[in-house]
């Protein structure tokens, strides 16, 4: 799905549709921006950025009328934390929720230290669904980073004086906050099997909505937030990004370890991830674990459509 995003004259974003209604000239290819509003570039119809109206066919004969289906689709979008965030409602709704803004961005306490970026071959539940999968801390992130992200190769023995130790839980927020859910997770480092305190980590991560997370970390030397956001490109592939915001007593070096360390754990799972099959219904047994990835699932799926089609796969056959 392509899309046209352009800021007005009056500093604000928006995002249309890109195809001229008239006769399909791209707007985002050569249009041009006059005030609020985005002519195109093939016969210079104009659109209005707030609804997507034509307010302009500069060649129509005087005393007529601009058609009212001469529109191109604009779609809700708002500007936080530095970022642009489009509302997509497979049903057209309108938004029920917004994101909280993080003042420590916004005014200017906190750095901006870079970001990774990953696509990735997996059902978009997968991702958010790690955050109250406990059992997989101690399996997939329990070998020290330095072990590397092969999944087949990190318990090598040579590293395994070294660990990483989770504890965590997960709980969704009650309403008027239902779509955040809460992970908290702390993290310890043990060395020949004494606590080395220097990496210990407490984390808070909101999960809001089904692709956005703010997880907030405290550490020995300040505190920070990674901004995440899944996106999906296509059926089964999803853009998973991470930015690191730090306070001012982090100097700029140890940011970028934060981000490579945490880079290398999500590299851990996404070789879990672009495996896996998506299991729509898991074999759980007994256990506050897998309760908690149950919990999770009934959690998410408010964020489904309940008319559109689910994803359909036909296992065990070269059709898809
Ligand atoms: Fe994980």
Request: net charge neutral; charged share 20%; hydrophobic share 35%.
């Amino acid at each position: 799905m392509e899309l046209v995003i352009y800021r007005g004259e009056n500093g604000r974003p928006y995002v249309l549709d890109p195809y001229c209604p008239h006769n399909g000239g791209h707007l985002g290819v050569g249009g041009r921006v006059v005030g609020n509003c985005l002519e195109c570039p093939f016969h210079a119809w104009t659109f209005r950025g707030e609804d997507g109206k034509c307010v302009n066919i500069p060649y129509m004969e005087t005393g007529s009328k601009i058609p009212s289906n001469a529109r191109v689709r604009s779609h809700i979008v708002t500007e936080l934390n530095g970022w642009i965030y489009l509302w997509h409602h497979a049903e057209g709704l309108e938004p029920t929720w917004s994101l909280p803004e993080v003042e420590e961005i916004t005014c200017g306490q906190w750095t901006y230290r870079g970001r990774t970026e990953h696509h990735i071959n997996c059902h978009i539940e997968e991702i958010p669904e790690n955050g109250a999968d406990l059992v997989h801390l101690g399996q997939v992130h329990g070998p020290i980073f330095a072990a590397g992200v092969d999944l087949r190769t990190m318990w090598s023995t040579f590293w395994s004086f070294a660990q990483h130790q989770w504890s965590a839980g997960w709980e969704p927020c009650p309403e008027p906050d239902g779509h955040i859910g809460v992970v908290k997770l702390k993290h310890a480092v043990a060395l020949f099997g004494r606590m080395f305190p220097g990496l210990d980590l407490d984390v808070t991560a909101k999960q809001i909505g089904p692709g956005v997370v703010y997880l907030y970390f405290n550490s020995a030397l300040g505190t920070g937030v990674y901004l995440q956001h899944v996106t999906p490109m296509g059926p089964l592939l999803q853009r998973l990004t991470h930015n690191i915001y730090v306070s001012p007593y982090i100097p700029a070096p140890v940011a970028k370890f934060y981000m490579l360390g945490e880079a290398l754990m999500v590299e851990r799972d996404i070789m879990i991830w672009n495996n896996k099959q998506y299991v729509r219904r898991p074999l759980y047994v007994a256990s506050k674990e897998d309760k908690l990835v149950k919990k999770h699932r009934d959690w998410y799926s408010q964020f489904y459509s309940k008319v559109d089609k689910p994803l359909l796969r036909k296992d065990n056959t070269l059709d898809f």
